[in-house]
Nanobody
């Protein structure tokens, strides 16, 4: 089971930026597709951004053009750069790993992002 630890959340004003990090306890992060999800109070968890083992990226419609997912396999870390944040981006953000071959999937504990003036 992969252990994932998110960090970088916090309180930011509308229009501001944050960068989330997710560190994975694996020998080879390159074997895993990685993604960020979020869950706002009273809402279902939704996918925000994904990055495959090949480096292909996919984004939810609500964050396209504002968020960027990236990975550093050597540092076993995945990032989510969030720009032009809006109050509706307020949520707990979770990191997920999916092994490229096996059904192994893991979640982090989440980090709170609050966008408010």
């Amino acid at each position: 089971q992969v252990q994932l630890e998110e960090s970088g959340g916090g309180l930011v004003q509308p229009g501001g930026s944050l960068r989330l990090s997710c560190v994975a306890s694996v020998n080879m992060l390159s074997f895993y597709h990685m993604s960020w999800h979020r869950q706002a109070p009273g809402k279902q968890r939704e996918s925000v951004a994904q990055i495959t083992t090949a480096g292909n990226t996919y984004y939810g419609d609500s964050v396209l053009g504002r968020f960027t997912i990236s990975r550093d396999n050597a540092k076993k870390t995945v990032y989510l750069q969030m720009n032009n944040l809006k109050p509706e981006d307020t949520a707990v953000y979770y990191c997920q790993s999916k092994h490229a071959v096996s059904p192994e999937t893991s979640w982090g504990q989440g980090t709170q992002v609050t966008v408010s003036s």
